[in-house]
T-cell receptor
Framework: GAVVSQHPSWVICKSGTSVKIECRSL??????MFWYRQFPKQSLMLMAT?????????EQGVEKDKFLINHASLTLSTLTVTSAHPEDSSFYIC????????????FGQGTRLTVV | EDQVTQSPEALRLQEGESSSLNCSYT??????LFWYRQDPGKGPEFLFT???AGEEKEKERLKATLTKKESFLHITAPKPEDSATYLC????????????FGKGTRLSVIA
């Protein structure tokens, strides 16, 4: 299957600082990438859809000024958590869509963010 | 609104004890139904995509089936290494829509 690499796998930061998470498609071009957030024992909550070369589409309730998404190339999307607070601590996962069929979305390894 | 409901929420099996996980869905036109495995602290690992009712796919001890309203993930003679959370997701036919996930089934296989 297609490989999606997410970095870093974990990060600890201080309140008020910003953190950038990278999502790369290693062996394919991803015109669309998705960013999810997952709380313990909960399913994935879609935060935003990222299309290469255009502005991201955010889900209702997700602050676009706090969670900055950039999809500058067909293989890289970044999520920047700005002015992080402890309530932003979570598991963030990206995924990239491969073509039309099998429509499979492949996921990165996830990033555990802890804000102290 | 597209919805996915998985049951049971948690399942504990003895090694070798076969069982099935359920995924019920409502979607405005199904483009595909997906099964993923997720280990703690990891991203979901793709298992299967099903496109139409009656379709079946197999991989080792896992077999996924699809009807017009639900999908089953059958686990035959599970082993402890099959312990994980299994996620079901659907994609609607309208546009470039993201996947809608269920809450998952946490499977524990005891030796």
């Amino acid at each position: 299957g297609a490989v999606v690499s997410q970095h870093p796998s974990w990060v600890i930061c201080k309140s008020g600082t910003s953190v950038k998470i990278e999502c790369r498609s290693l062996d394919f071009q991803a015109t669309t990438m998705f960013w999810y957030r997952q709380f313990p024992k909960q399913s994935l909550m879609l935060m935003a859809t990222s299309n290469e070369g255009s502005k991201a589409t955010y889900e209702q309730g997700v602050e676009k000024d706090k969670f900055l998404i950039n999809h500058a190339s067909l293989t890289l999307s970044t999520l920047t958590v700005t002015s992080a607070h402890p309530e932003d601590s979570s598991f963030y996962i990206c995924s990239a869509r491969v073509g039309q069929r099998p429509f499979g979305a492949f996921f990165g390894q996830g990033t555990r963010l802890t804000v102290v | 609104e597209d919805q996915v409901t998985q049951s049971p929420e948690a399942l504990r099996l003895q090694e070798g004890e076969s069982s099935s996980l359920n995924c019920s869905y409502t979607v405005s036109g199904l483009r595909g139904l997906f099964w993923y495995r997720q280990d703690p602290g990891k991203g979901p690992e793709f298992l299967f995509t099903l496109y139409s009712a009656g379709e079946e796919k197999e991989k080792e001890r896992l077999k996924a089936t699809l009807t017009k309203k639900e999908s089953f993930l059958h686990i035959t003679a599970p082993k402890p290494e099959d312990s994980a959370t299994y996620l079901c997701a659907v994609q609607a036919t309208t546009g470039n829509t993201p996947l809608v996930f269920g809450k998952g089934t946490r499977l524990s296989v005891i030796a």
